[in-house]
């Protein structure tokens, strides 16, 4: 046997089947490209490595999605369609609580209400299945390989929708891409949010309060840095995290918390290795974390852990180049694109590439900002059938840091769905696809592209 190369022998494998739309991945943009997809009346197929739909906001235990408003204004909304159909459910069915900026949920609750919104509009999902191949056929992809407990099968597919964060189908498909900073390719740090219990939130209200009135000079005191540096130097804690980033509160469950603190940085997140060795110090660090906030933080002494999620958070992979790349200047400058499926309004959240805390690169927003997210950058170059959307679209490392957030990924999802139904019924390729009725299908189904729809749409069910 050769030392470095193992030659797998030729072998035919069974055909799954043919679907109209495949969805690889089955994260926010998968599941707004799926439902978009089968609502259209497509047969659809998700395929996802989990057992849920939801991506880092089950699988991940985020339970957070933004940005529905614009930019730090008066609420007003600027994100429709499906996105603002999960949040509204979640409320309804009492495991969500709604504000302008974002809806907080139970895990639990959004993995039973992706499944049953899967269910009624007539996706086929699969879970337990890894995508390993893109099948490629003189620039057109005709669909897939996936393994799982089944075995190694084809699944056959009109076209594909590469929604797995990291761009695998189009890099498998052959398509160019692009990672991290531009200096040396380097990501964002990964997360392992973790969930707590036993946490008095009145009084660790009020803890955070008095720090925040003692500690105004700190550019960021409701992150209680001076807590974490008290802990490095008494020695409780290693230096992994400089502030909280996140305390995600649900009033459903009051005294929860779910904490977006831990930080590994230069973590290759294509790599298994690497997420392994990620996963297993992002563990530690929780550990770490629970026992510092018994310590120092008024109100969590009796605190525990819950739970750690399924999967470790990435922020940044593969970007796969496409006929438009989003720039952090498009971003910054507020700006329109005549072919817009969207918007974003997130600022640019560059975790720290190289330690604890903010990256310099982290930009905040003007009052009322808010950008137009472009069709474009949904469709890789070279390949024909094939959209990308979420984590993984065509934008710099930068631009990056603000279309990565949940609500326009979900909203991307749902553009490459409809498209992807558009081309069938029309004949036409992800490049060729008539802008004009993908756009008013979109305003149709509820999203917000211009002013017009700003001005219509419904205020919030505010209940936090
Ligand atoms: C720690 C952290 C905190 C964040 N905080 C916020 C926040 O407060 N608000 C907010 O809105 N956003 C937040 N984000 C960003 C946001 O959650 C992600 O950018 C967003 O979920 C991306 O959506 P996606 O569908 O592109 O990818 P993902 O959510 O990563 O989903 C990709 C899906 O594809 C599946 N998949 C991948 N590869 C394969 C494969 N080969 N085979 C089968 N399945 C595969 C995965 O299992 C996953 O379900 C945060 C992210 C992190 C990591």
């Known amino acids: 046997m050769n030392a470095e190369m193992f030659r797998e022998d ?29 609502r259209a009346g497509m047969k659809t197929l998700v395929i996802e490595q989990f057992n849920c739909l939801g991506g880092v906001a089950t699988a991940g235990g985020h339970g957070h999605i933004s940005n529905y408003e614009e930019h730090t204004s008066d609420g007003r909304r600027i994100a429709g369609g499906i996105a603002n159909e999960i949040a509204d459910r979640l409320v309804e069915m009492g495991v969500g609580a709604r504000n302008p900026h974002a809806v907080d949920f139970e895990v639990e609750g959004l993995k039973l209400l992706l499944d049953r919104m899967a269910e009624e ?30 075995g190694r099968q084809a699944v056959y597919a009109k076209r594909v929708i590469d929604c797995t964060g990291d761009g695998d189908v189009a890099y498998h498909a052959g398509c160019d891409y692009e990672v991290g900073r531009p200096t040396d390719h380097k990501c964002q740090p990964v997360t392992l949010m973790f969930t707590i219990g036993g946490v008095d939130m009145e009084r660790v ?30 020695g409780n804690m290693r230096r992994f ?46 550990y770490e974390t629970i026992d510092v906030y018994r310590k120092y933080i008024p109100g969590m002494e009796n605190i525990y852990m819950i739970s750690t999620p399924n999967t470790i958070g990435l922020r940044e992979s593969r970007r796969i180049m496409g006929a438009y790349k989003m720039t952090e200047e498009d971003i910054k400058s507020m700006a329109r694109f005549d072919d817009t499926i ?9 975790h720290a590439i190289d330690g604890p805390g903010m990256d310099p690169t982290q930009w905040h927003p003007p009052a009322k900002f808010k950008y137009q997210i472009p069709y474009r950058i949904l469709v890789p170059n070279k390949i024909d059938n ?5 984590r993984c679209v065509s934008c710099t490392h930068v631009a990056l840091g603000s279309l990565r957030v949940m609500v326009p990924c979900i909203g991307m999802g749902q ?19 008539d802008i004009n009725k993908l756009q008013a299908d979109l305003k149709a189904s509820g999203m917000i592209l211009d002013e017009d729809d700003i001005a219509t749409a419904n205020h919030f069910t505010v209940n936090a």
């Open 415 to 433: 553009a490459a769905g409809l498209a992807a139904a558009q081309s069938i019924q029309n004949g036409t390729t992800a490049r060729t696809v």
């Open 342 to 350: 969207a918007y974003g309004s997130f600022f640019v959240d560059i």
């Open 121 to 150: 509009a007539g996706v086929e999902v699969l879970y337990h299945t890894f995508f390993c191949d893109s099948i490629v056929e003189d620039g057109v992809i005709g669909g897939i390989i996936i393994q799982n407990k089944t």
């Open 241 to 286: 995290q400089t502030g909280n980033m996140g305390w995600w509160y649900t009033p459903t469950r009051p005294d929860w918390l779910g904490i977006n603190f831990t930080h590994v940085i230069y973590i290759d997140t294509t790599k298994a290795e690497d997420l392994t060795r990620a996963t297993i110090e992002a563990r530690k660090q929780c």
């Open 205 to 234: 209200n009020n803890f955070r309060k008095e720090y925040c009135e003692s500690h105004k000079d700190e550019p960021a005191p409701w992150k209680l840095c001076g807590v974490y540096e008290k802990a490095v130097k008494d």
């Open 10 to 38: 030729e072998k035919k494998i069974p055909v799954a089947g043919e679907w109209d739309v495949v969805v690889v991945g089955g994260g926010p943009a998968g599941v707004g490209a799926a439902v978009a997809a089968a």
């Open 386 to 390: 094939l959209w990308v959307a979420g």
